[in-house]
């Protein structure tokens, strides 16, 4: 079983910054690609980042040219560096990846647990 930890969310003003992490631990195969989620209340969980193996990248139109999805060279972590906040990036923060655990398995979605961002105005 794969675990996701996420680490780096807080309280900032508008206009601020902040670094969410991401580990993947367990007996993993192979990472597909790595992503972030993020849910609002009251809102649908949408994609906010994804990064897949080969480095290619893609954003939600709200974050591009604020946000900065990458992995670092172990390959089981994934980082969102978040500039220029506004307070509707407040949300729940949600790593995601998609990884086989052995040669041959399907690859399967995982999800950590979340992580608050409030960005105050």
């Known amino acids: 079983q794969a675990h996701l930890v996420e680490s780096g969310g807080g309280l900032v003003q508008a206009g601020g910054s902040l670094r969410l992490s991401c580990v993947a631990s367990g007996r993993i195969f192979r990472i597909i690609g790595m992503g972030w989620y993020r849910q609002a209340p009251g809102k649908q969980r949408e994609l906010v980042a994804r990064i897949g193996d080969g480095g290619n990248t893609n954003y939600a139109d709200s974050v591009k040219g604020r946000f900065t999805i990458s992995r670092g060279n172990a390959r089981n972590t994934v980082t969102l560096q978040m500039n220029n906040l506004k307070p509707d990036d407040t949300a729940v923060y949600y790593c995601?990846?998609?990884?086989?655990?052995?040669?041959?398995?399907?690859?399967?979605?995982?999800w950590g647990q979340g992580t608050q961002v409030t960005v105050s105005s």
């Open positions: 995601t990846a998609d990884l086989a655990m052995r040669n041959g398995d399907p690859v399967d979605g995982y």
